[in-house]
């Protein structure tokens, strides 16, 4: 069965750039049925939808972070990642990767999801 | 603030029927897009509980469900069990934002 795993560092500093890959496996990021997803959660906050990518490479951003996100995807690695610069401590999160089904719009398999931290 | 509403908690006890409420507006909901439900247990990713509005993943159990009407939808679980005990997240798709939104969430507590 499918399974996403993120990867990156735990601790950024201010102003620097997140960087976060997501690993997929058991399936191919190929298949034209799915957008693949970054969501966070600030502990204790409920979710926030950073984006989606799809495996052409087109790509959807959130409205309110659009001009700080970076989404890019490689199929050969069956992985996708995200970049978010100039990033506060507001961005300290814990930052989730999921499969995104274009027909229901819906995300059905998460990934266990990564801590970031934005400190100095 | 969330763009679709949640009621920040219910409560219930063991066995009982509760619902958990997701109002939002004539630019996501109200626009004929469809809602889904997550549950996430503590420490946990969230997980897909209920998908376009009324349909269960495999594996769900068929206590929880799901229904929507106008600008709001509804989760309703039955014979409530302390393992239920989570938070329950709505999302839906939002034209005037054009990307997905998701509620504040709602912790359940099993009494």
């Known amino acids: 069965q499918v399974q996403l795993q993120e990867s990156g560092p735990g601790l950024v500093k201010p102003s620097q750039t997140l960087s976060l890959t997501c690993t997929v496996s058991?399936?191919?990021?190929?298949?034209?049925?799915?957008?693949w997803s970054w969501i966070r959660q600030p502990a204790g906050k409920g979710l926030e939808w950073l984006g989606r990518?799809?495996?052409?490479?087109?790509?959807n951003y959130n409205p309110s972070l659009k001009s700080r996100v970076t989404m890019s995807v490689d199929t050969s690695k069956n992985q996708f990642s995200l970049k978010l610069s100039s990033v506060t401590a507001a961005d300290t999160a814990v930052y989730y990767c999921?499969?995104?089904?274009?027909?229901?719009?819906?995300?059905?398999?998460w990934g266990q999801g990564t801590m970031v931290t934005v400190s100095s | 603030q969330s763009v679709l509403t949640q009621p920040p908690s219910v409560s219930g006890a063991p066995g009982q029927r509760v619902t958990i409420s997701c109002t939002g507006s004539s630019s996501n909901i109200g626009a004929d897009y469809d809602v889904h439900w997550y549950q996430q247990l503590p420490g946990t990713a969230p997980k897909l509980l209920i998908y376009g509005n009324s349909n269960r993943p495999s594996g769900v159990p068929d206590r929880f469900s799901g229904s929507k009407s106008g600008t709001s939808a509804s989760l309703a679980i039955t014979g409530l069990q302390a393992e239920d005990e989570a938070d329950y997240y709505c999302q839906s798709y939002d034209s005037s934002l054009s990307g997905r939104v998701f509620g504040g969430g709602t912790k359940l507590t099993v009494l």
């Open positions: 058991g399936g191919s990021i190929s298949s034209g049925s799915y957008y």
């Open positions: 990518i799809y495996t052409s490479g087109s790509t």
């Open positions: 999921a499969r995104d089904r274009r027909n229901f719009l819906a995300f059905d398999i």
